[in-house]
């Protein structure tokens, strides 16, 4: 398949795996890579920079293919030295960067001084906009169906992704809510040139997390997600368990953010992640749940997507035009 993105970025599917904090290590990045699809390593997810630039270089042991470094934006009381993981990215010879979060703007532009090529993940038009002005090389438009941060403006996908196509002119990915080819063949009618998943990756061989959590995907449905820090304006969907519930019930009083934050943090989420436990912190995931039925390899996750997306394509909806005698 052959579309805007996959000739820009010279990959061979339209297929991306986001930037996944704790989750966006070598072993998926390359695995990724290997099955012709384009991964992002996760800056953050190494406690330094240079801890990054080993990571860059683990990966690059794993894959000769290309892959590129997420570097995501948050707002913080201590904010990470953003500046010198941006460095061990510039330095570790990284071709492409996935920007997300707030304000990205300078980060952008040292990247393209660089000759680097920017994906620029947002959720909402105007932001993919803003840009397309600075320069990135593509947008990556999440909706409210996405793991993570899906914003506070509540558009789903299917009139997100084609009122972005409507106006913006780069290469766009749609994402949020895809885990299979349907998913593939609907984002490409829709107006994108191509897919980045999180959730679907998560359930993968090569996830570097623990099949506890996997398995808990494949059990659960498109229901069992809860929308945590609304009332904060700093939306987050993650999996509908005790932790989330507890937490929620707290926010819904109207206590601030402190009033919640053990349960909530980073670190307890990590450990419910390494130690197969579900119930044990807050952890992210999407929608796309109701979608994961099974634990693939990569390589068979990616193939499986562009045989169905394929199939439908020139199968299932060719067939249903109705050609005159
Ligand atoms: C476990 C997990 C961690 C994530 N962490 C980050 C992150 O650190 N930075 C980021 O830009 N996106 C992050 N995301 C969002 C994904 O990159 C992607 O945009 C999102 O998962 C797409 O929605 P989907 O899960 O429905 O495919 C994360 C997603 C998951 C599932």
């Not at 099955?35 to 860059?56: K, M, R, S, V």
């Not at 829709?190 to 993968?204: E, H, K, P, V, Y």
């Not at 700093?234 to 206590?255: C, D, F, H, P, Y």
Request: net charge neutral; charged share 20%; proline share 6%.
């Amino acid at each position: 398949m052959r579309t805007r993105f996959t000739e820009a970025f010279g990959v061979e599917h339209p297929i991306v795996q986001g930037g996944m904090q704790w989750v966006g290590r070598a072993e998926l990045v390359s695995a990724v890579a290997n099955a012709g699809g384009l991964g992002f390593l996760t800056a953050l997810t190494q406690p330094t920079p240079g801890a990054l630039a080993e990571e860059i270089a683990r990966c690059r042991s794993m894959t000769d293919r290309p892959f590129g470094v997420n570097l995501t934006i948050l707002p913080s009381i201590t904010p990470p030295p953003y500046a010198e993981y941006r460095e061990a990215i510039i330095a570790g010879g990284i071709g492409i960067v996935e920007t997300a979060g707030h304000n990205p703007g300078p980060h952008i532009e040292h990247f393209k001084a660089h000759g680097i090529k920017v994906i620029h993940k947002c959720t909402a038009v105007r932001h993919a906009l803003t840009a397309e002005r600075l320069g990135v090389d593509a947008v990556s438009i999440d909706g409210f169906e996405c793991a993570g941060h899906p914003g506070e403006d509540d558009i789903p996908g299917l009139v997100l992704i084609p009122a972005a196509a409507d106006k913006v002119r780069i290469p766009m990915l749609a994402s949020g809510g895809f885990g299979d080819g349907r998913g593939l063949a609907a984002a490409l009618a829709l107006g994108a040139d191509g897919i980045n998943m999180g959730s679907r990756f998560c359930a993968t061989r090569e996830a570097p997390i623990h099949d506890g959590i996997k398995q808990a995907m494949v059990a659960n449905d498109e229901r069992d997600t809860a929308l945590l820090f609304r009332s904060y304006r700093n939306t987050a969907r993650v999996a509908r368990n005790s932790v989330a519930r507890e937490a929620l019930a707290i926010e819904r009083q109207g206590k601030p953010f402190e009033a919640l934050a053990h349960l909530v943090r980073g670190l307890r989420g990590r450990e419910g992640l390494e130690r197969g436990n579900p119930e044990h912190g807050v952890w992210t995931v999407g929608l796309v749940q109701g979608l994961i039925h099974d634990v693939p390899t990569v390589a068979e996750l990616i193939g499986r997507i562009m045989r169905e997306a394929e199939n439908i394509i020139t199968g299932r909806l060719g067939g249903m035009i109705l050609h005159q005698a």
